[in-house]
């Protein structure tokens, strides 16, 4: 199992930055599709955006595609998405997750684990 937990969500204005973190903890010596899922209010899940651990390839939402980046530190089990011109409608809560699977693919939404969840909020 893994455990997951988020941090460096918040409030910013259109147009403004936010990295989000994710640490993670337990059984981190094999590969695991990691990934970024959202979901605002009244609206189904999104998956933003995915990074197979082993071998670093990403995968994009195109609704964020250009302005979101994931990445990875191996030596410390942490998890990143770094939002560049975010928007109104970036809002939403924001979940760490990871998958077993051996590979990931843009809009994964599947996922063996999760994290809490951090909300970001993206004011006009």
């Known amino acids: 199992q893994v455990q997951l937990v988020e941090s460096g969500g918040g409030s910013v204005q259109a147009g403004g930055s936010l990295r989000l973190s994710c640490a993670a903890s337990g059984d981190t010596s094999r590969s695991y599709c990691m990934g970024w899922v959202r979901q605002a209010p009244g609206k189904e899940r999104e998956g933003v955006a995915t990074i197979y651990t082993a071998n670093g390839n990403a995968y994009y939402a195109g609704s964020v595609k250009g302005r979101f980046t994931i990445s990875q530190d191996k030596t410390t089990n942490l998890l990143y998405l770094q939002m560049n011109s975010l928007k109104p409608e970036d809002t939403a809560m924001y979940y760490c997750?990871?998958?077993?699977?051996?590979?990931?693919?843009?809009?994964?939404?599947?996922?063996?684990?999760w994290g809490q969840g951090t909300q970001v909020t993206v004011s006009s």
């Open positions: 997750a990871a998958d077993r699977s051996y590979d990931c693919y843009s809009g994964q939404t599947v996922f063996d684990y």
